[in-house]
């Protein structure tokens, strides 16, 4: 008999949208709400939200809703960071996501994932991995990978190279 394998998910909320991500990438959730918490780029994609310091790092915070063609941030939307740690073409990343709102950690079994249906493959399928359909809700399991992807990573760091705005790695001492 096979045993079902199951991961833990953090979800999150954009929108009307569920969404989860493993927990395995998240090393924490930053409680801001408040737009003065993140400091803008000049001239950054409008897909970087800008940078924060997390443990004594400057790291990128990516608009998610920006990435998934979802309508902007209003200056009075609340919000919170979810800070990620990815690994991208053989690169260690540590960036935060702008998302809406945190909504649980929910135990999911591999058996639950199901394919992206094909009518949602115009709808970002690159950052799709699968769905799962749990009490009358659908939540998308995200590929980070894909969805956070380095174009703005690579632009964010040439463009603000002198100023030494971005850790890809968190420092020996930040990582208490």
Same mark, same amino acid.
């Given at each position: ?21 493993? @927990?395995? #990438? /998240?090393?924490?959730?930053? &409680?801001?709400? $408040?737009?003065?918490?993140?400091? !803008?780029?000049?001239? *950054? ?53 702008? @998302?809406? #709102? /945190?909504?649980?950690?929910? &135990?999911?079994? $591999?058996?639950?994932?199901?394919? !992206?249906?094909?009518? *949602? ?56």
């Amino acid at each position: 008999m096979d045993k079902k394998q199951v991961e833990s998910y953090l979800t999150f909320r954009l929108q009307s949208e569920l969404f989860a991500v493993s @927990v395995h #990438k /998240v090393l924490e959730i930053i &409680e801001t709400g $408040d737009e003065h918490a993140i400091t !803008v780029l000049p001239k *950054a994609s409008e897909a970087i939200a800008g940078v924060v310091n997390f443990r004594g790092n400057v790291i990128p915070v990516i608009d998610t809703r920006m990435k998934f063609d979802m309508s902007p941030y209003c200056s009075t939307d609340k919000f919170v960071v979810v800070v990620l740690h990815l690994l991208i073409n053989n690169n260690e990343h540590i960036v935060g996501a702008k @998302v809406d #709102k /945190v909504v649980d950690v929910l &135990e999911i079994a $591999d058996d639950e994932i199901r394919p !992206v249906p094909e009518v *949602a493959q115009g709808y970002n399928s690159d950052f799709i991995q699968g769905v799962i359909h749990r009490d009358k809700t659908f939540i998308m399991l995200l590929n980070l990978e894909a969805a956070i992807g380095t174009d703005e990573i690579i632009a964010l760091k040439e463009e603000h190279a002198d100023e030494q705005i971005y850790a890809d790695k968190m420092t020996p001492e930040s990582a208490e």
